[in-house]
Each structure stands twice: as structure tokens, then as C-alpha cells.
């Protein structure tokens, strides 16, 4: 079974400091590994993905195998940072590419 | 181009009725997939269409759910005699190729209350 933690509900930050979201997963196979971002009354979408190895609007993630993490960072937080964060796996050694989600992560940047 | 669709973007409907929601996904994506985010339950995945492949309805939480892709384009969700517990935002998304494992397109979502 495959399975996704986001421990935060709720992280609040002031603009300008750093942010870390974190994300844990369980998967006895080779994972990949995903961060999809939705802002007000938009729709879900990719923000980076671990394969790609890509920093998207100052947002990197890396992925430790060791400690099953893959936490999203980004330095210096924008007030258009606020959105709700889900860290998300599929298999890339089965065929079943559905995504498992965590339960997200509101991030609140603060003026 | 355009993005997934999906419609109604709300539904309400009685205790014991059945519903049907339409995705419309990407122009030439092979891959669509079905998921659900209800509050406490946050988002599962119900469904996946690959191609002309079996579908895999391994997240489908009962026999009152099922899902059909017609010409490997249009999807409906249908629920049959709907429960109060169905209540959710059904989101719809396609990608490009399955094995590719890469993005998926989310569509807007369908807000089904069931009173």
C-alpha cells in the first residue's frame, strides 16, 4: 500500500521568510514523487515533480529515499505563495499511475 | 487549447437519486483518471482509463459507483441510489501517457450535494 503524510494543516509565515512543507511517504516500490498546488478558486495543478529536478517559482523539493521525505522549500515566502499544497506519489515500477494524495497543506503568507 | 471540462459544475440532488458527471479531457490524452475530495477524506483517487485497456476501478468505493469512457474521449461518472456520504467535489483529469507517470490536468471539479 502506498500512503502520503502532510502532518500540517495550516503553516503560517510571514512574507519574506522561509517555508517548509513537509511530506512523507510510504511506498515499498520505486516512487515518484509530486507537489500540485491550488490557489483561490483555480484548479489543481503541477507545481514541480522529483524527476524533473526543477526549482518553480523559487519552490525546490528533494527527494530522500532514506527518510521517505520529499518536503517542499522555498527561502523567501511571497504573499502570492498562499494556496493549498498537496504532496502526491505514484509508482513508477507499476502501471497504475493514479496519483496518492496527502491531506494538503494550507500555506498563509502574511504581509 | 482548452483544459479538461467537467459538468455540472454543481449538483444537488435527493437521497436516493442517481447522478452522472461528464469529463471532457485534453484533446489526445489517453490517460483520465477520476478522484474525490471530501472534507476528512481529503483527495482518493476512484478511476483510471488507459487507453483501450480495462479500466482500473480499484479506488471505487462501492458497486453504486462506475464509470465508462466512450471513444477513448468523454468519461461519465455515474452514482447510483447516492448517499449523504457522497457528498464531495469530483475532480476529472487527463494526461498525455500513462506510462509516462508525468502531469495530470486537472479540470474544475463537479460540487455534488446529496440532501
Known amino acids: 500500500a502506498q500512503r502520503v503524510t502532510q502532518p500540517e494543516k495550516l503553516l503560517s509565515v510571514f512574507k519574506g521568510a522561509p517555508v517548509e512543507l513537509k511530506c512523507n511517504y510510504s511506498?515499498?516500490?520505486?516512487?515518484?514523487l509530486f507537489w500540485y498546488v491550488q490557489y483561490s478558486r483555480q484548479r489543481l495543478q503541477l507545481l514541480l515533480r522529483?524527476?524533473s529536478r526543477e526549482s518553480i517559482k523559487g519552490f525546490t523539493a528533494d527527494l530522500n529515499k532514506g527518510e521517505t521525505s520529499f518536503h517542499l522549500k522555498k527561502p523567501f515566502a511571497q504573499e502570492e505563495d498562499s494556496a493549498m499544497y498537496y504532496c502526491a506519489l505514484s509508482g513508477l515500477d507499476t502501471g497504475r499511475r493514479a496519483l496518492t494524495f496527502g491531506s494538503g497543506t494550507r500555506l498563509q503568507v502574511q504581509p | 487549447g482548452a483544459g479538461v471540462s467537467q459538468s455540472p459544475s454543481n449538483k444537488v440532488t435527493e437521497k436516493g437519486k442517481d447522478v452522472e458527471l461528464r469529463c471532457d479531457p485534453i484533446?489526445?490524452?489517453?490517460?483520465l483518471y477520476w478522484y474525490r475530495q471530501s472534507l476528512g477524506q481529503g483527495l482518493e483517487f476512484l478511476i483510471y482509463?488507459?487507453?483501450?485497456?480495462?479500466?482500473?476501478k480499484s479506488g471505487l468505493p462501492s458497486d453504486r459507483f462506475s464509470a465508462e469512457r466512450t471513444g477513448g474521449s468523454v468519461s461519465t461518472l455515474t452514482i447510483q441510489r447516492t448517499q449523504q456520504e457522497d457528498s464531495a467535489v469530483y475532480l476529472c483529469?487527463?494526461?498525455?501517457?500513462?506510462?509516462?507517470?508525468?502531469?495530470?490536468?486537472f479540470g474544475p471539479g463537479t460540487r455534488l450535494t446529496v440532501t
Open positions: 484533446s489526445g490524452h489517453t490517460a
Open positions: 511506498y515499498s516500490g520505486s516512487p515518484e
Open positions: 482509463f488507459q487507453g483501450n485497456s480495462a479500466p482500473d
Open positions: 522529483h524527476i
Open positions: 483529469a487527463s494526461s498525455p501517457l500513462a506510462g509516462d507517470g508525468g502531469e495530470q490536468y
